[in-house]
């Protein structure tokens, strides 16, 4: 029987996940039905549950996105490392009655970077704006990388040095470069080789007050948001900086995905090429 997938979210309907994964599976040669699940606020637990024991074939997972993510990291029974240190889970696993979760954002923006934009993290100094749980789930992937600095800032000062401490004494990030945390007006004077926004500001179209400074010579700058040019990308690029938004990264987080639940990775190249010339 065809194992069944779904993303859960609110809102869903702008979601590209069943049209990627479908993608996925035509490569493959992966028998999967994936379909994209619209659930109320305060009904995400029996929404899973209800996409468990539903359908004709065995569920087998699920990806979830905004504003659930926190509530999977509670409802699963057991979690992997990146998820524990993300504090957050946007990938479930069905097994005999236990739920997996795991979080593939911080993977999937490494890959992009390294993979797709010839950007490899390793002995650059990186700015990350935000605290938030998107920039919480890509912190511990990006310190593994060995760069050589990594800076989070945010519009409040005690949150980015409160999370970054947090990071600094992980076991994992013991033998390499512990992170810093800065208020926007610490940003003065500095310079960074890799800024990535993990703000929600892309979304509502707010400016970032970041000085031009931050974004050094061959500076690649990367927004997390897809689909829309935003401030902070209009910002970089006047600048001088390289720029790049989020849909690498949500193409490359499903693959990861597909990668847990059925052993094979997917090519990315194609079905990246495929979104970019229908939006």
């Not at 993300?86 to 999937?108: E, K, R």
Request: aromatic share 6%; charged share 20%; proline share 6%.
């Amino acid at each position: 029987m065809t194992d069944r997938y779904a993303v859960f979210g609110n809102p869903i309907g702008h979601s590209k996940s069943p049209r990627i994964h479908a993608m996925f599976a035509a490569q493959t040669g992966q028998d999967i039905s994936y379909e994209a699940i619209l659930v109320d606020k305060d009904s995400f637990p029996a929404a899973v549950d209800a996409f468990i024991a539903g359908g004709e074939g065995p569920a087998r997972g699920a990806n979830v996105t905004v504003p659930f993510k926190e509530e999977a990291f509670r409802l699963a029974t057991r979690r992997t490392a990146r998820a524990e240190a993300a504090g957050a889970v946007n990938t479930l696993s069905f097994d005999a009655g236990a739920i997996t979760g795991d979080n593939t954002d911080g993977a999937g923006l490494v890959r992009d970077l390294k993979n797709n934009l010839g950007c490899d993290p390793a002995g650059r100094r990186i700015l990350l704006l935000g605290a938030g749980g998107a920039a919480r789930g890509v912190i511990l992937p990006l310190l593994l990388e060995g760069p050589a600095e990594l800076v989070i800032a945010n519009r409040t000062e005690e949150t980015a040095a409160r999370l970054a401490l947090e990071f600094a004494r992980l076991p994992g990030c013991a033998i390499g470069v512990k992170p810093d945390g800065l208020g926007f007006p610490g940003l003065a004077g500095r310079q960074f080789d890799l800024v990535i926004n993990a703000t929600s500001a892309g979304l509502s179209g707010t400016a970032l007050p970041l000085p031009a400074c931050v974004f050094a010579p061959r500076c690649i700058a990367y927004e997390m948001v897809y689909g829309r040019e935003t401030p902070f990308m209009s910002q970089a690029r006047g600048a001088g900086a390289r720029v790049a938004d989020g849909l690498g990264m949500l193409v490359e987080q499903a693959a990861e995905a597909f990668f847990i639940w059925r052993g094979v990775r997917p090519r990315t190249a194609p079905v990246l090429a495929a979104l970019a010339k229908v939006p």
